[in-house]
């Protein structure tokens, strides 16, 4: 195998992290490929980051063209448009590219039940799920995963309130009744390398989802004559650093999550590469978790030209994307490429 | 005309976006004066962005001036203080220094009806306008823009309901009652070279407006006992970044804009250098465009060093106002400064 | 004394805004040391600013190691959490060790009377205090500073709706009665130098607050229900620019706060360093200030590689860590490290 950078190309879906990818892929002296729609290639072309476009009618159709990128020597970077377009279980059934970080990992991020138990034995303290109504004893949030996902949510506080309102969706039955815990949204953008068998704490974020962040916008008076709903679309990114005397329990939170996958079962080599703790802070400076992303995160974005803290950790400016290509190129000069891949 | 951009200088008005416009333009090789007040000559001093500070005593005493900036053969960067404070006629039949940009299409931003022509033919998705109060079918915002702009606007759902609140604004007679869509506010920073012939996207941003984005911050219960009315004064802005799967549209619907500002009386050449697109995305995911700025907005303030997608596509600091400097000197370098006066 | 930057190094409590401190001092070529609590060290260690840790048990601990500073040739730099885990009194009675900035100001600041004193002094637009309830004629913010610090903070309208709401806390002695403004809260970060006399402004943030940022995520009718109440704990901050025009005011009253601070008892040199003035910009543009940090802020954090203010007037990422560091290294280089020193 070659340990010169130059033979290998960076590859990935045109979407969700695709620019910080490819441009962090070339600033580490890779080739990169583009699988693009003809709708979205401007945008690859406008920010110069693509070396090679691969046009598809749909990323669906991703199967077609990956020949083209094994005979291009790519390694291919799972974002959150590529595993769901792909599906997790297709993405370790079929993908026959180079493929960088854990495929078994996807499995136990995609099911509710199997990520909430690797939290939950890594330690973090997760919000209350209630399986029967009729134990509601505090205020809960009703979130729906099927048609309605991202939509309709709504609060409850007793086993009454909660059968009331679900008159509103007599078809849902994906759902689930969450504790609500009242604070503020926080995503911790984390890498842990293979090679280095560091930890690193990338950036943090906060989504900025329609209409739940500007519900508050709507005088509460108003709101109440037009009967709004709450709906957690991601429309984008904000940038935010965190207090930093949380530091400490983020990095110890992050190193449990690691330790504990390497017991999961079908994921040998534990969770590796980029991903994401999404959680509330409550105004006890507790850390609620609700969900893991075992892979590069949107969130992650803001920091194209490096963030608050990766720019105290390196001296050039360095973004998620490009620090996965970095671990690739480690890893190819050291003639440990087996090390990165799934 | 010299071919040599030290023989140029850029100027504009000591407010807006003044900052970045001077820094850029000396960070492309131009003198830079600013026209300024006595009371904000210390901004500008501090941040060492200006070779040269003429002070007047009225941003409107403009004109008394000019004849120094021609002179000193600078090239003026209007900004939004710019054209409210001279306005757009003014601008179009009085300005004599060189200027940047078309000055007819500042006309078409101006009149709210022009506007509305302009964006509909783009193909853009506008809310909806009610012209008769009778006509109201679903929540709409009363937006006032005479003595009370920006403030007490409010929200109704009938025409009712209309008549009632608008009695607490008995001598308003300029407002408008615009469909009210629920979804985050999102600012678009478009960048038109006409040397280039290429349509780039710089950067988002959010504002952050009094008190809109602080209402928020008190609970329901304590709105409602102190009857807080929302008001929509601008005191900053934002960075954000936008789902990446967005930017296809945001790039076909400003292609559209600037296609389609060729047409228009009495814009010869078009729209071209910055321009913003002001609108909100609901929780489909459609972006609903309330604004049209044919100039350079505020919200690109936060990115005098260069944006998350500026970074991409430029490999030094690139902000909008150095944006704008690099095309006038690119049109110097190749004798076609013409091309870039309107 | 020496003249050598080498000779010296500079010291902080891990916490706060140790990360930008430490990173700007290895920036400017100074040795740097964090003194640390066990679980605090990983952090320092991750980003690679601290040359030396020195670990103790608890930040209270700080005299016990003191001596270490001294043979070290240390200057300490005081940030919120230094100064909140000694004391002020502490600070000024005990710290032997060089000290960067005023002793006697950190009293100013800590003492609400006293602090409202300066501020009014130095020409401050200050929100209005009622010594006695039976006064309230306007919305108000009643504050505790006790147990109940940061919670259970609520608004009142009149001298009945008061009394009512305090019966939920019938222990608290401890509170003030502030006139409630409503606008958009707006952190300004200041620089004075004791070398160049000049006041610089080096960027602004928004705090990120548990949970009074993210009640308005919750619809009015659900919080009703969920008879939420606010809390204002600081989880993080965000980065944000300001309305161009208001540079001017904001100067002004930076610079009345120097100027004032000269004049306090037991503060020969003034206030110099960092500071940062808290307050609130209403609707009408006005800023009412509630509150003098006379250190850094964390609201600096987003900004370790500079903000997009920093970056016009320096040509190198400047944050007010490093720029702290600049002004002793400039300081040392001159002879006149006395100057800086409190």
């Not at 070339?26 to 046009?55: L, M, P």
């Not at 960088?100 to 890594?122: C, F, N, P, Q, V």
């Not at 984390?190 to 990338?202: A, H, K, N």
């Not at 994921?267 to 590469?273: A, I, M, N, Q």
């Given at each position: ?199 690193e ?108 803290y990766s720019?105290l950790r390196y001296?050039?400016?360095m ?24």
């Amino acid at each position: 195998m070659s340990t010169s950078v130059s033979d290998y190309a960076i590859a990935t879906l045109g979407s969700h992290t695709a620019l910080q990818i490819l441009k962090g892929a070339k600033d580490e002296g890779f080739k990169t490929i583009v699988v693009s729609t003809k709708k979205s290639r401007q945008v690859y072309e406008s920010y110069k980051v693509a070396d090679k476009i691969i046009e598809i009618d749909n990323y669906e159709d991703y199967f077609a063209i990956e020949e083209q990128l094994i005979e291009q020597n790519a390694v291919v970077i799972p974002h959150g448009s590529f595993v769901s377009y792909l599906g997790h279980q297709q993405v370790k059934d079929k993908v026959k590219a180079m493929h960088y970080g854990s495929k078994g990992i996807l499995h136990w991020e995609a099911d509710r039940e199997m990520e909430r138990t690797w939290l939950k034995k890594a330690g973090l303290n997760v919000p209350k799920i209630f399986r029967n109504p009729e134990e509601i004893d505090r205020p809960v949030i009703i979130k729906f995963h099927g048609a309605n996902g991202g939509f309709g949510y709504f609060i409850a506080h007793s086993p009454e309130e909660f059968h009331e309102k679900m008159k509103e969706f007599p078809d849902e039955e994906d759902y689930v009744i969450q504790e609500y815990v009242v604070g503020v949204p926080m995503y911790v953008h984390y890498f842990q390398s293979p090679l280095t068998g560091e930890l690193e704490i990338m950036s943090f974020d906060k989504r900025y989802e329609s209409n739940a962040d500007s519900i508050g916008r709507i005088a509460a008076r108003d709101q109440l004559a037009a009967n709004i709903h709450t709906s957690y679309t991601i429309t984008g990114n904000i940038p935010v650093v965190v207090r930093e005397s949380m530091l400490p329990m983020f990095f110890e939170i992050g190193k449990n999550v690691v330790d504990v996958s390497k017991t999961l079962d079908e994921v040998p080599k534990g969770l590796y590469g980029p991903f994401c703790l999404e959680g509330i802070i409550d105004p006890q400076l507790n850390f609620r978790v609700f969900e893991i992303s075992a892979r590069i995160v949107a969130g992650t974005n803001p920091y194209t030209n490096g963030s608050p803290y990766s720019w105290l950790r390196y001296r050039e400016p360095m973004s998620t994307g490009r620090r996965i290509a970095r671990d690739i190129k480690e890893a190819i000069q050291a003639g440990r490429l087996e090390d990165v891949l799934g």
